[in-house]
């Protein structure tokens, strides 16, 4: 087996049983870059001599008998919207098209911390906005199930190289679904932290209330592997959560007798691809034969969310991106001859359509007169959702929906209508609203052999009891297969 094909849990095993070395990982990996990803298109950026140069200082470190964490000599990549000092860091646009960062995120802090490799830089939707990484300055990745399909978005180059065996985890970003959907496509695990898990530090911003930092995996035990080497409070981003992190894959394998899963009869409605529904429900009977309560619920509140999503993260993306005016770094347009004229061609050529906008959206519901009408109302079901959930929360341990209402388009296909594009978040979004946590994990497939992904939700720091339930119903679903 490729290294990249391995769990990052069975990689790390065999690292420290010196069955392979940090570096035979890095070059096994690299090697599955160059062969597979031509015709997926997952990376932007490769990092071939950092990676070895990385792995070689792991492979030192454990020569000389050190006590290496759990990830070291892992091969892992980052999506291309988290900052990496020294290498290239895009967000899929051309206005950031040459922009090398003078500092590391967070997460790619930890994780260096943890020994991890960094082989490369992801492709994504611009900027996060999107969801079938089809919006990529650069070029669209493709899904590796069906390659004339969409990997899904924003973090599909994260989704699209874990599930074509090119690295054993990477790291996506999720404002409303950007991890969990892209999983759910292409048959991965993913998985969105409470908001404030995670530091943003590094994180170039979409929609600051409601972005999240988060793995791409093969299982849930990887999920928890990582989710702990990159959880913790963090000085420089003021709501990030001091918090305990440690356990979380010790804590996998108390099983989910006795849990309460709420269904929402709103996610089960006509608008859910029927496979989708069977194949969600089938997860539902699932966890019930391992001795969880299933219930069905109404959330009427979540028909509100989307439209809600759409106005906030609108609203904060046309703040955040001010600051790309082609002054202090970024696409400059060239022959300008005023400040006002710098600024326009600047962002006019610097920003793709999709981006421009959501730029034009968010001034919109954000301007004189237009203020209470949208944006007023949107934080007000904002509060609706969040209290929708607190409610069920209060008598259920977990809430189980599809990850989405249908399986991965064909490339090219919604490209016509961004608002048809938009609906496919619908059970995603209310989750970054409410601030909470959320997996998605492989519960089988249509009948064209496409990925479908089961969304469990928890409350509020709730990782333990999701990922518990998540390791569960992993293991009660393998080798179904169903149809």
């Not at 194949?279 to 391992?290: I, P, Q, S």
């Not at 979540?302 to 600051?323: G, Q, T």
Request: net charge negative; charged share 25%.
């Amino acid at each position: 087996m490729r290294c990249g094909e391995m769990t990052a849990a069975a990689l790390s095993a065999a690292l420290q049983k010196r069955e392979l070395s940090a570096r035979e990982a890095a070059e096994d990996c690299l090697r599955a870059i160059e062969e597979r990803d031509g015709g997926i298109g997952a990376f932007l950026t490769v990092t071939d001599e950092l990676a070895l140069r990385q792995a070689d200082e792991i492979d030192a470190a454990r020569a000389r008998g050190e006590d290496l964490p759990p990830l070291a000599g892992v091969p892992m990549a980052l999506k291309d919207n988290l900052c990496t000092e020294g290498v290239r860091t895009t967000c899929a646009s051309r206005m950031l098209e040459h922009f090398v960062p003078p500092y590391s995120s967070a997460v790619y802090e930890r994780l260096r911390g943890q020994g991890a490799v960094l082989l490369g830089k992801l492709n994504m939707d611009e900027f996060a906005m999107g969801s079938g990484t089809e919006s990529s300055y650069f070029h669209p990745t493709r899904n590796p199930r069906a390659l004339d399909r969409v990997p899904g978005g924003s973090s599909g180059g994260s989704a699209a190289a874990v599930a074509a065996g090119m690295v054993p985890f990477a790291l996506g970003s999720d404002t409303g679904g950007s991890i969990r959907q892209p999983a759910a496509f292409c048959g991965v695990v993913g998985l969105k932290p409470t908001y404030g898990a995670v530091s943003r530090w590094g994180l170039v911003a979409f929609a600051s209330s409601l972005d999240q930092a988060g793995p791409l995996t093969r299982t849930v035990q990887d999920a928890a592997l990582v989710l702990q080497a990159i959880a913790g409070r963090d000085a420089r981003d003021a709501t990030s959560l001091e918090h305990d992190w440690s356990g979380l894959a010790d804590g996998l394998y108390a099983g989910s007798a006795g849990l309460r899963v709420a269904l929402p009869r709103q996610c089960f409605d006509s608008g859910v691809a029927p496979a989708v529904r069977r194949r969600t429900l089938d997860a539902a009977a699932a966890l019930e034969g391992c001795g969880a309560q299933v219930d069905e619920v109404s959330l009427p509140a979540l028909d509100d969310a989307l439209p809600a999503y759409y106005v906030m993260s609108s609203a904060e993306a046309s703040s955040n991106l001010a600051r790309f005016d082609g002054v202090r770094y970024g696409f400059r347009a060239e022959g300008c001859r005023t400040v006002e004229e710098l600024y326009e061609k600047s962002r006019s050529q610097g920003f793709g359509p999709e981006v421009k906008r959501r730029i034009l959206l968010g001034s919109f519901v954000l301007s004189a007169g237009y203020r209470d009408a949208y944006y007023q109302k949107a934080l007000r079901a904002r509060d609706a959702v969040r209290a929708a959930f607190d409610g069920v929360f209060s008598r259920f341990d977990l809430v189980l929906t599809p990850t989405a209402p249908r399986t991965a388009w064909k490339l090219g296909e919604k490209r016509a209508d961004p608002t048809e594009v938009y609906l496919e978040d619908v059970f995603t979004v209310p989750v970054n609203l409410a601030g909470l946590p959320a997996v998605s994990l492989p519960c089988g497939q249509d009948e064209s052999g496409l990925p479908i992904g089961a969304q469990l939700i928890a409350p509020h720091l709730g990782e333990p009891t999701l990922l518990r339930a998540a390791h569960t119903l992993e293991q009660a679903l393998k080798g179904g297969g169903k149809q």
